[in-house]
Nanobody
Framework: VQLQASGGGLVQPGGSLTLSCATS????????LGWFRQAPGEGREGISC????????YYSESAKGRFTISRDNAKATVYLHMNNLQPEDTAVYYC??????????WGQGTQVTVSS
């Protein structure tokens, strides 16, 4: 099982980024996939997730209205589209795999820095 996050970078406040999480070694149909982030000196925060079967989505209060999670099962990839980024969104972003509400795999992180 592998989760490979990419797409981070430096963006100005109000800008947008799309993170990708390329997966391998399992079928996306049977697992929920999600995104967490960790800001400097802070704990990990759950941002969003999408279920495997019915594609229900969840967003944290900080992500609602600005972030959108999606998945492309054919490409085995999950995306996090982030709009109107603010300095407080600066963090390392991680993709995760979960089954029965239990996270069993974490990908490596990708750095997002929001700064003018």
């Amino acid at each position: 099982v592998q989760l490979q996050a990419s797409g981070g970078g430096l963006v100005q406040p109000g800008g947008s980024l799309t993170l990708s999480c390329a997966t391998s070694g399992f079928s996306l149909d049977y697992y929920a996939l999600g995104w967490f982030r960790q800001a400097p000196g802070e704990g990990r925060e759950g941002i969003s997730c999408i279920s495997g079967s019915d594609r229900n989505t969840y967003y944290s209060e900080s992500a609602k209205g600005r972030f959108t999670i999606s998945r492309d099962n054919a490409k085995a990839t999950v995306y996090l589209h982030m709009n109107n980024l603010q300095p407080e969104d600066t963090a390392v972003y991680y993709c995760t795999r979960a089954i029965n509400y239990h996270i069993d795999y974490w990908g490596q992180g990708t750095q997002v820095t929001v700064s003018s």
